[in-house]
């Protein structure tokens, strides 16, 4: 069965520079997250999108932005990179009458 | 505000050697609690949702239980290949076509040979 496709697995980036992370939802499912996962901490919520518009808005920062496109495929975008953004970013996706959350495998970004 | 407790933090089991983890929490309108297994490096692989109090559902070693209060997953006989975190994470009402889930940190296990 198709899953949550995400690119590139890894990265790695130098502080102030931008970076840009891609999610393939699952066919059919109409809404997507990110979450960000840094070393041993649980997934923490960004933002997410459902047909294509923002529904909801975590604890993205400012330097952060997404949006998901006609085809639903999303795109993270992060710019002036810290230190502390480093971390896996995990886009997951949803069919909405379900409520039943796939992940991908994540993208591991490394800030130097 | 939500939120998702997850314990122990840790636990460190014989092969074949059964025991339950918790998950409890507090949230405004349960709309689901799922439970995801992680390997290191990995991205969330889903298990079980559960919707409702009483409901029960099994997968192999694993079995989820539901109260109104808190979920167990209960580990009957685990195998070294069960070591993993396990985590918990609750989806609430919110309005709208908000659809958060709220994650505990997970209870870290390892099974020993």
């Known amino acids: 069965a198709a899953g949550v496709i995400q690119s590139p697995r890894h990265l790695i980036k130098e502080k102030r520079e931008t970076a840009t992370l891609k999610c393939y939802p699952i066919?059919?499912?109409?809404?997507v997250y990110w979450y960000q996962q840094g070393p041993g901490q649980d997934p923490q919520f960004l933002i997410s999108?459902?047909?294509?518009?923002?529904?909801d808005k975590g604890s993205i920062p400012d330097r952060f932005s997404a949006q998901q496109f006609s085809d639903y495929h999303s795109e993270l975008n992060m710019s002036s990179l810290e230190l502390g953004d480093s971390a896996l970013y995990f886009c997951?996706?949803?069919?909405?009458?379900?409520?039943?959350?796939?992940f991908g495998e994540g993208s591991r970004l490394t800030v130097l | 505000e939500d939120q998702v407790t997850q314990s122990p933090e840790a636990l460190r089991l014989q092969e074949g050697e059964s025991s339950s983890l918790n998950c409890s929490y507090t949230?405004?309108?349960?709309?689901?609690l799922f439970w995801y297994r992680q390997d290191p490096g990995k991205g969330p692989e889903f298990l079980f949702t559960?919707?409702?109090a009483g409901e029960e559902k099994e997968k192999e070693r694993l079995k989820a239980t539901l109260t109104k209060k808190e979920s167990f997953l209960h580990i009957t006989a685990p195998k070294p290949e069960d070591s993993a975190t396990y985590l918990c994470?609750?989806?609430?009402?919110?309005?709208?076509?908000?659809?958060?889930?709220?994650f505990g940190t997970g209870t870290l296990l390892a099974v020993q040979p």
């Open positions: 066919p059919r499912h109409d809404t």
């Open positions: 999108f459902y047909e294509k518009m923002q529904s």
């Open positions: 949230v405004s309108g349960l709309r689901g």
């Open positions: 997951a996706s949803i069919q909405h009458s379900t409520g039943e959350l796939f």
């Open positions: 994470a609750v989806h609430g009402y919110y309005g709208g076509a908000t659809n958060k889930l709220i």
């Open positions: 559960l919707y409702s």
